[in-house]
């Protein structure tokens, strides 16, 4: 998988689960893609959360919780700063600046540095398919299941 094809599974739309580590959080959240630099993630656990979404598009955050809708700064919530976070990391992944990407036998790993902190992103090399994010400085862990190209 060479650079283009990164870029090519970036900008693709996408749904997958994911495990969430972030902080002092555990979470399960459908994360959802349609179009590039923007992405919705739908709690379902823990039960504090579930049902929660945050839809974040270009700096911009809309929360709804049970059909009540509102608009947000991202980095006012936890579920904001994680749709940000990973609508920051995948964007930074695409440009052709600023980034690495390295086969290793496992995975190819896409690194670079946006606003949270430097980010580690391992795609599936056969399907490009996303299978974790991590960016430490910011405590956020992310485990992909069943990701899914729409």
Request: glycine content about 6%; aromatic content about 8%; overall charge negative.
């Amino acid at each position: 998988m060479d650079q283009s094809q990164v870029e090519s599974r970036m900008t693709s739309p996408f749904e997958t689960t994911a495990n969430i580590s972030y902080k002092d959080i555990k979470a399960t959240a459908r994360i959802v893609s349609e179009e590039p630099r923007s992405c919705t993630v739908s709690f379902t656990s823990p039960s504090s959360l579930n049902g929660m979404s945050f839809a974040f598009a270009k700096d911009k955050l809309t929360v709804d919780y049970n059909g009540i809708s509102f608009d947000l700064d991202p980095s006012n919530l936890p579920g904001g700063a994680v749709a940000k976070m990973v609508v920051s990391a995948v964007n930074s992944a695409t440009e052709p600046q600023g980034v690495h990407v390295e086969l290793k036998e496992s995975s190819v790993e896409v690194s670079g540095l946006i606003e949270a902190g430097e980010f580690l992103l391992k795609l599936d090399p056969k399907s490009g398919n996303f299978l974790k994010l991590s960016i430490p400085a910011s405590e956020l862990e992310m485990e992909f299941i069943n990701f899914c190209p729409l």
